[in-house]
């Protein structure tokens, strides 16, 4: 039998359950869309990622880490990717690959924690989001019955999902989840008519019929043979497109890749963390062409802000500002969107960011989900207007 102390523990630590229902799984669901999350958790130097190769400022900024030749691919513009990301060549020449230039917002935070929780809660340096950046919209009026989940955590990071509401899972809790099965009739019985504990009886009670759909899902549909790359992060996405391959209802997944706070010899581990990055996410993209899922999912990166435009003395790069991310989908308008901060123009050695990045999640959720009355409103950006086919 499992003990209340259990249950409350479980449910903090892993998910939220469900009390109201949703409206952007019912758009996810008329749509056939959902969106992947790619936290690029420390910190992505996006100067290295997306680099200005024809700017001399640029090497003058990082004349010991500034890359050229056959170190970067040219994309046009007078811009070019790290070399790592080559295995994304063949969706950036398709089109299906955008570059959103400049993102971050007002008073940076420089604190990995609170940055990390302003970016996936939609706050600033001002303040924070109450819930997750996109809960609010899901939780506002569909039968959750029609989902599995609202969404699955494939790396154990809830943040983004915070949220009183809602069926919001944890892959990595999975052995958490399944000891529910051991709760009974004697465990509601010791309840003893507590309204409180009965509630939190039939949340995890709605969690348990959670998991068991998915994993008769799973063990119906059987297992596909999609090629992916070795290691934690392309594992992550293996378990998304089994998932999606089973027809698992979620409209939000989320993975992630640990690592990106270099501030000591950024070019080695740089390049080893976008390779994993770029093979994983092209891997990913094969196999959901494989599935015929691609036009139907979104990809978005993100980070808890850039790193400072000059180098420092250990040959790597300390916490700064505004950085590009990335949105790869078969539905996506390809390019570089937004506009390139100024090198010669720096604030307090920082790149000053030229779009607020919570205008992609206007976007993200207007036009890709199509819900244009959304709590990102007033940062609707016309530059966005395109985005998404």
């Known amino acids: 039998m499992i003990s209340r102390r259990q249950i409350t523990r479980i449910i903090a630590s892993g998910f939220c359950l469900p009390l109201a229902p949703l409206s952007l799984a019912e758009a996810a669901i008329r749509t056939g869309r959902r969106l992947v999350l790619v936290e690029l958790s420390g910190a992505n130097d996006g100067l290295n990622t997306v680099v200005p190769h024809r700017d001399d400022r640029y090497r003058a900024l990082r004349p010991n880490i500034a890359l050229s030749g056959q170190e970067i691919l040219d994309i046009g513009g007078d811009m070019a990717l790290h070399d790592g990301l080559r295995a994304l060549d063949e969706a950036w020449q398709a089109g299906e690959m955008a570059i959103v230039q400049g993102l971050g917002y007002p008073e940076q935070n420089r604190s990995h924690f609170q940055s990390i929780a302003l970016w996936e809660t939609g706050g600033d340096g001002t303040r924070q989001g109450r819930s997750g950046w996109l809960t609010e919209d899901i939780e506002a009026g569909f039968d959750a019955t029609a989902l599995d989940a609202h969404g699955i955590s494939l790396d154990g990071g809830m943040g983004v999902f915070a949220s009183s509401d809602g069926m919001w899972l944890s892959m990595t809790s999975m052995h958490q989840l399944m000891s529910l099965e051991r709760m009974n009739a004697q465990?509601?019985?010791?309840?003893?008519?507590?309204?409180?504990?009965?509630?939190?009886?039939?949340?995890?009670?709605?969690?348990?019929?959670?998991?068991?759909?998915?994993?008769?899902?799973?063990?119906?549909?059987?297992?596909?043979?999609?090629?992916?790359?070795?290691?934690?992060?392309?594992?992550?996405?293996?378990?998304?497109?089994?998932?999606?391959?089973?027809?698992?209802?979620?409209?939000?997944?989320?993975?992630?890749?640990?690592?990106?706070?270099?501030?000591?010899?950024?070019?080695?581990?740089?390049?080893?963390?976008?390779?994993?990055?770029?093979?994983?996410?092209?891997?990913?993209?094969?196999?959901?062409?494989?599935?015929?899922?691609?036009?139907?999912t979104l990809i978005m990166t993100y980070s808890e802000f850039g790193r400072r435009a000059e180098e420092n003395a250990s040959m790597g790069t300390d916490h700064g500002?505004?950085?590009?991310?990335?949105?790869?989908?078969?539905?996506?308008?390809?390019?570089?969107?937004?506009?390139?901060?100024?090198?010669?123009?720096?604030?307090?050695?920082?790149?000053?960011?030229?779009?607020?990045?919570?205008?992609?999640?206007?976007?993200?959720?207007?036009?890709?989900?199509?819900l244009p009355r959304n709590r990102f409103d007033t940062f609707q950006s016309d530059e966005l207007s395109s985005l998404f086919a």
Do not use: C
């Not at 009965?198 to 959670?210: H, T, Y």
């Not at 992060?233 to 089973?246: M, P, V």
């Not at 994983?280 to 015929?292: E, T, Y």
């Not at 010669?344 to 990045?357: K, V």
């Open 187 to 296: 465990s509601r019985a010791e309840s003893g008519g507590n309204p409180a504990m009965e509630l939190l009886l039939d949340r995890a009670n709605s969690l348990n019929q959670s998991i068991e759909r998915i994993t008769e899902r799973i063990a119906t549909r059987g297992p596909t043979d999609f090629r992916m790359p070795y290691g934690e992060f392309a594992q992550q996405f293996a378990i998304a497109l089994r998932l999606i391959d089973a027809g698992v209802e979620a409209p939000v997944l989320k993975v992630r890749l640990d690592g990106f706070d270099t501030h000591d010899y950024q070019l080695w581990q740089h390049r080893n963390l976008l390779t994993q990055l770029g093979d994983g996410l092209a891997a990913f993209r094969r196999g959901l062409r494989q599935i015929g899922q691609w036009d139907n």
């Open 321 to 370: 500002a505004a950085a590009p991310h990335f949105l790869l989908g078969g539905r996506v308008g390809g390019g570089l969107w937004g506009t390139t901060p100024n090198l010669g123009a720096l604030n307090a050695g920082d790149l000053t960011h030229t779009m607020d990045y919570r205008s992609v999640y206007h976007a993200v959720l207007a036009d890709w989900f199509g």
